[in-house]
């Protein structure tokens, strides 16, 4: 790993502008579950695909339900030495943004400044209507679920509302995603940190990095399927790989 953490270093000092790409790996020494990794969320739950959960009143009340759930401890997270250390590297001006995977808003709680990441599975901290847009806050939609099981319908348009984030065989938002490639495009270091890297078009990202000639650099505690095209892969726990690499505790 000692020559692992040298070349990282290297290739961080060399870089003129990093990206960073992050999956619920970065999140984990937070105390969030990961989803494929041992004890994730898929070896507990289903997964509910978007369709279904359109279709089937029971589908949204399990997906309320495993939402109240997971919130207790998503929402009392703090940000961990793994985000810090990307926080540093944005500070810096050495990275430009990061592309996440994940919801829980730690990256902007570590200070990251909300137009430099880029969510492409929506956020969690909020709810929109699936007609017509319209916005709705979590705490009223909760009580009335735990309440009697009421299942939230939008104000306006008496769509079915759904928390902002982005299930299975739902559309990517336009946006991030144009941002996402962008960003891809124009770094020359795309570091991925704690994805497993199977889950699309998320992780084609990474994929168009090194077709574009950057060095993709993957930080992650076990071997993904794009690690044959990485210039680097560190084995190892976020907190300490990227801490130790970028000098934050
Ligand atoms: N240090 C290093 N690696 C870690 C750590 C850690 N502290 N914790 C977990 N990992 C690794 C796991 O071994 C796993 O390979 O992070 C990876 C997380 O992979 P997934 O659980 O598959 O998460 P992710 O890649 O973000 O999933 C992508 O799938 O279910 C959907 O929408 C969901 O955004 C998610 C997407
Ligand atoms: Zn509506």
Redesign the pocket.
């Known amino acids: 790993m000692a020559d692992g953490m040298s070349e990282l270093r290297k290739l961080l000092a060399e870089s003129r502008r990093v990206v960073f790409f992050?999956?619920?790996?970065?999140?984990?020494?937070s105390g969030i579950?990961?989803?494929?990794?041992?004890g994730?969320?898929?070896s507990k739950y289903r997964?509910i695909d978007f369709s279904e959960f359109m279709s089937s009143a029971e589908a949204r009340k399990e997906y309320w339900r495993r939402k109240i759930e997971t919130d207790k401890v998503l929402l009392t997270a703090q940000p961990?030495r793994?985000h810090r250390a990307i926080a540093k590297l944005i500070e810096t001006g050495k990275a430009s943004a990061v592309i996440?995977?994940?919801?829980d808003g730690l990256h902007q709680a570590s200070g990251i400044p909300a137009g430099k990441v880029i969510e492409?599975?929506g956020n969690t901290t909020y709810a929109t209507c699936l007609d017509c847009g319209e916005r709705y806050e979590l705490e009223p939609i909760k009580q009335a679920f735990v309440a009697d099981g009421t299942l939230p319908e939008c104000a306006e348009c008496m769509g079915i509302i759904k928390p902002a984030?982005?299930?299975?065989g739902q559309a990517m938002p336009p946006g991030p995603m144009h941002q996402a490639q962008i960003e891809t495009v124009a770094c020359d270091l795309f570091i991925s940190?704690?994805?497993?890297?199977?889950?699309y078009p998320?992780?084609g990202f990474p994929a168009l990095a090194h077709e574009r000639g950057a060095s993709l650099v993957i930080?992650?505690?076990?071997?993904?399927p794009l690690d044959g095209m990485a210039r680097l892969t560190v084995?190892?726990?976020?907190?300490s790989?990227l801490g130790d690499a970028v000098g934050v505790n």
């Open positions: 992050t999956g619920a790996g970065v999140s984990t020494e579950p990961d989803f494929r990794g041992p994730g969320l898929w997964p961990n793994g996440t995977q994940n919801i492409l599975h984030t982005i299930a299975f940190v704690g994805s497993s890297l199977v889950v998320a992780a930080v992650n505690r076990e071997p993904t084995q190892g726990e976020i907190g790989v």
